[in-house]
């Protein structure tokens, strides 16, 4: 994992990796409630098992973004991900294979984006403004997690404004835009 801030200027593709230089920890992103692990090794399953059971999750599937699987609408569903966007529930990825990235907006709403690969599980907290995009590779294999039936309802912002988990989670960690 490797987190840094966007770089909004760069009008690339989404898949690039729009690096501003300046970097960010894992520090910098607990406070905005992101949470990360690095889990590899022949006991990783155990150790997702043992977070899943802390954590209560109670399903998990896998999910394969890649021209391959998704055929035709790949480049649809690719850019559909990449609209900024909350959830009601925690979104839980363990990346299995491949690479990609996620951004999340920072407490003064700068855009992070986390770069992904396999081994990394990451942690978004219900109501944080974030969205999803691969790499220039094109290929990622992710776990996802859930509390409970798997549901993947974003909420695009600006809809999401008046949005009671967006307003619980901004209160919980202080983020100073609330738009």
Do not use: C
């Amino acid at each position: 994992m490797r987190a840094y801030v966007y770089d909004i200027q760069d009008p690339s593709d989404q898949r690039a990796p729009h690096d501003l230089g300046i970097e960010k920890t894992v520090q910098d992103l607990e406070r905005v409630g992101v949470l990360y692990w690095r889990i590899d090794g022949s006991d990783a399953i155990e150790k997702i098992d043992q977070i899943s059971n802390e954590r209560n999750y109670k399903n998990r599937d896998t999910i394969v973004v890649s021209p391959e699987v998704m055929g035709p609408i790949y480049e649809e569903k690719v850019k559909s991900f990449f609209a900024e966007h909350i959830h009601e529930d925690e979104e839980i990825r363990y990346i299995l294979d491949g690479s990609g990235y996620f951004d999340v907006r920072d407490e003064k709403d700068v855009w992070v984006r986390i770069f992904m690969e396999k081994g990394d599980m990451i942690i978004l907290p219900a109501g944080i403004y974030h969205r999803f995009t691969t790499d220039e590779n094109n290929y990622i294999k992710a776990m996802r997690l859930f509390k409970e039936e798997p549901v993947w309802t974003p909420l695009n912002r600006p809809v999401a404004q008046d949005n009671q988990y967006r307003n619980d989670y901004t209160e919980a960690y202080k983020i100073t835009s609330t738009a």
